[in-house]
């Protein structure tokens, strides 16, 4: 045991840990690989350094500085993946594996550093309009805003993806303002250590923002508070156990529960064993199996194909699993590993068994299963495993029991309510596939089946070249299921960042709530000065100044003038007579044409700090601007964003949304929109 390193923790600042205690071993080989440490850590002084430290140095930043600093972050991982990689293997990953977890957990960081530079503001508050009046002058107005929760927030992650699984949370927490205790499943804590270390090593991590627990939790759960947060990744059953923890469930702290479930794909009855679709059902239903050794929370466990082709998917099933070479990963060939610790080999042995009470073995270790590479035989190897289900409905069996590895069910179903009744037998699910051709068949089982399905991905020729494939969770997209899935939700873009933050119900006069927000609200007070706002560096503009322009009166000429410009000869501005049979009762003008004309009225025409014009937001048309109305248009510096970024000449430069109205003779709004533009900073 001495002759292995010890893994530490990273509490209060510092790595502790000098004397083993378990001896974690290689899945390849079996040979002993590292120790945990006896050491006994002090929560109280984790939480307290998070609580004291972590906060005040993450609330010292803004959303746009933590989203650079994840970028950075993921930056310095991957320049030093190879170290990841090299360790990854004696999880029993190939490199394939590997790569979702490395480099997917680092593209997490990307992912929730751009959607943070992009979406979010430069402060610690969080505006979510639209501002709502209260009263019929427009003196007393709500909204909401989300702010960091000022907590700390407790990670409980699987052995499955032990990098991954830890930066998925962590992006989202850190861009939130919220430091994050990480406890990795035992197994394969090795690998999040290294990551941990490296993270440590770059400088980049704010301290307090993160903290790491080798081994377990102690009493780190009952010194919880109200504005923390406890996330879950793993089994069911110790999701249940956990969430009823007595401090958790007495101070109402969010759990958040992540758990393995018995996910599904199902072939739809149309596709025939000579149709594209049938070959992807098979290649989907194959490579979930033995992608990381089906240890993967979306796994698909339960095939639901048409009776009358059953026989041919458990055909092609088996053919193909019969050519998937197992063993050490760097044998060459060699495309699925082993389990990821000996346990786990033991326990997937034990639920086959279970399950084959209700199944018949379709392919298995009988089928020539021989893993390559040396020391081998003290893997954690378990064989590809195929069954059929005897009887689909009966309770118990593939519906209930998961085999947490290269394991799958086939089930048979006559018609598609069947399969829909078969798939919601799983009780609440991570994920399921539907292969199917037909447009109409999507339109049936996905609303059904939505229900019990925390995503649902239709596959078929069209999508199947860019298809991420049925078990890959992405940034973008939610991750998480109701029922035996936990009933839970990560990922999901800036979804998961807002469950780290504080939604709060803001009212008061619209000046008010301008001055919480940070963006200006109409109904409050503007500032106008001699200065036209266009002519102002990004530090010099103030939320709330603003420009009252000229007038000016459209006349018909107008109309001619932009139709033909624009090729837009609609008839309610060209047509008299069809323009006074409609609700207008008139000629109108063209919508952009009222745009175009607010932009003549507003826009400083000088080379100034504005460097562009990028984009409209909440664009509507109120009122209709008729030949011989008189428009009049109020530009209000609205949101003022720093990235952080340079133009393309090497200008420091902002992001500032400006609010436009646009009003007619009698006070009438016509148009109503924001303007994205991009200015320098005067420093420039």
Not at 111 to 118: F, L, T, W
Not at 221 to 249: M, P
Not at 344 to 361: F, G, K, P, T
Not at 523 to 540: I, L, S
Request: proline share 5%.
């Amino acid at each position: 045991m001495s002759n292995n390193p010890t893994l530490q923790s990273f509490i209060g600042g510092r790595w502790i840990g000098q004397h083993g205690a378990q001896t974690l071993r290689s899945a390849i080989n079996g040979q002993p690989l590292a120790c945990t440490h006896e050491e006994v850590l002090d929560f109280a002084e984790a939480v307290a350094h998070a609580r004291q430290r972590g906060i005040a140095e993450l609330m010292a930043m803004d959303f746009q500085q933590r989203a650079a600093r994840l970028k950075a972050l993921g930056k310095f991982l991957l320049e030093r993946k190879e170290q990841l990689y090299a360790l990854s293997h004696h999880s029993g990953a190939t490199r394939a594996d590997s790569w979702i977890d490395i480099e997917g957990g680092a593209g997490t960081l990307f992912a929730y550093a751009s959607m943070g530079s992009r979406e979010l503001p430069s402060g610690n508050v969080v505006h979510e309009g639209p501002v709502i009046p209260l009263g019929k002058n427009n003196t007393f107005a709500g909204s909401h805003i989300l702010v960091p929760r000022g907590g700390v927030a407790v990670h409980i992650n699987a052995f499955n993806f032990p990098i991954w699984g830890m930066l998925e949370k962590f992006a989202p927490s850190f861009l939130a303002g919220m430091p994050c205790i990480v406890k990795p499943a035992t197994a394969t804590s090795y690998l999040t250590e290294a990551a941990v270390r490296l993270m440590d090593e770059s400088g980049l991590l704010p301290a307090g923002s993160l903290q790491l627990i080798v081994g377990g939790t102690g009493d780190l759960l009952d010194r919880l508070q109200g504005q923390d947060v406890v996330t879950f990744t793993g089994s069911a059953d110790t999701a249940a156990k956990l969430r009823v923890n007595a401090n958790l469930v007495r101070n109402s702290i969010p759990f958040n529960a992540e758990a393995d479930s018995l996910n599904c794909a199902i072939l739809a009855p149309e596709v025939t064993p000579d149709d594209e679709e049938f070959e992807l059902f098979v290649r989907e239903v194959a490579r979930e199996m033995t992608t990381k050794a089906g240890q993967k929370c979306t796994a698909i466990r339960r095939a639901i194909v048409p009776a009358k082709h059953i026989d041919a998917v458990a055909e092609r099933l088996r053919d193909r699993l019969a050519k998937v070479v197992v063993g050490d990963p760097s044998v060459e060939g060699v495309k699925m590993g082993a389990l990821a610790s000996h346990a786990q080999q033991a326990d997937v042995a034990e639920r086959v068994a279970a399950l084959l009470e209700s199944s018949d073995l379709l392919f298995g270790a009988k089928d020539g299963f021989a893993p390559r590479g040396e020391g081998v035989n003290e893997g954690a190897f378990f064989a590809p495993t195929l069954l059929r289900s005897r009887d689909p409905h009966a309770e118990g069996g593939a519906h209930d029991i998961e085999a947490f590895g290269p394991v799958s069910t086939l089930m048979a179903y006559d018609d598609l309510d069947e399969a829909i009744a078969l798939a919601a037998r799983g009780k609440g699910s991570l994920v399921a596939s539907l292969i199917t051709k037909d447009p109409r068949v999507a339109a049936k089982v996905v609303p059904a089946a939505a229900a019990l399905h925390g995503r649902l991905h239709i596959l078929d020729r069209e999508s199947a070249a860019e298809s991420t494939g049925h078990g890959s969770p992405l940034p973008q997209l939610k991750h998480g299921g109701p029922g035996r899935a936990g009933g839970g939700e990560e990922l999901g873009g800036l979804r998961a960042v807002k469950h780290y933050l504080q939604r709060t119900a803001i009212q008061g006069s619209p000046s008010m709530l301008m001055a919480v927000t940070g963006e200006y609200v109409r109904g409050a007070k503007v500032y106008e000065t001699e200065v036209h706002p266009f002519r102002r560096h990004f530090e010099d503009l103030q939320i709330g100044e603003s420009l009252l322009t000229h007038r000016r009166t459209v006349t018909e000429s107008d109309l001619v003038n932009f139709g033909c410009l624009s090729g837009d000869h609609f008839y309610m501005h060209f047509d008299d007579i069809a323009a006074k049979d409609s609700q207008f009762g008139k000629r109108i003008a063209h919508g952009y044409f009222v745009l175009s004309a607010a932009a003549g009225l507003f826009v400083s025409p000088g080379v100034g700090p504005v460097l562009a014009n990028y984009g409209l937001d909440t664009l509507r048309f109120i009122t209709p601007v008729g030949i011989g109305d008189t428009i009049q248009a109020r530009l209000t510096c609205k949101r003022k964003i720093d990235q952080g970024k340079v133009s393309p000449k090497g200008e420091p430069q902002g992001v500032v949304a400006w609010d436009v109205e646009v009003t007619n003779q009698n006070g009438e709004l016509c148009a109503s929109y924001d303007i994205l533009t991009l200015v320098v900073k005067r420093n420039a």
